[in-house]
């Protein structure tokens, strides 16, 4: 008789034991939070990451360094995605653009802001690299234009001086200009 008690607890401490899992077998449902802003802080209470959305409803993730500084941000413009990497004192250093035309623009500044290496790729794959003075003047330039290779020196006020292209024939050409743009000299 004993045994069939002990055998009765069993079984019914085996269905409770199944009842109890079965309630916990489906999976919780997620869950969602909303807000207009999320703020990451460290342990003293310093932000170190914003997630928030302009007036307009462009989204942006920023991210600053300990002593409040915009160091980093990743975001859109409209339909433009853009990635800002900046120095301690709040100034761009680097640049990264994907226009909505799918055009590509990097861009390295100089402590003073201005642009001084540009690398563009245009929407049907046409790359171009500036290299620029401190002013932000394009100085040297290399591109691919129509498929043909062009090689560009200009003056301090973006006059094109020296050119070195192939041209539609696959002929080379070399071209200085003067101060005012007109050709000095030219092969072929």
Known sequence: MARIAHFGW???????????LHGHSAPPEPKTLVAEQFRLVDARGNTRAVLSCAPDGSPSLLFEDAQGHARAQVGMKGSRSI???DDGDGKARVQLLVEEDGSVGLALHDAQGHARVT???APDGSPTLALRDKTGVPRASLEIFKGKPYFNLSDDQ?????????GAT???TI???DKDGKPLWGAP
Request: with cysteine.
């Open 170 to 172: 696959n002929e080379p």
């Open 158 to 166: 973006s006059q094109a001086a020296a050119a070195m292209l192939i």
């Open 119 to 121: 690398l563009n790729l």
């Open 175 to 177: 071209l200085l200009r």
């Open 83 to 85: 990635v800002n990497l």
């Open 10 to 20: 069993a079984c019914g401490g085996a269905l409770l034991t199944l009842a109890a």
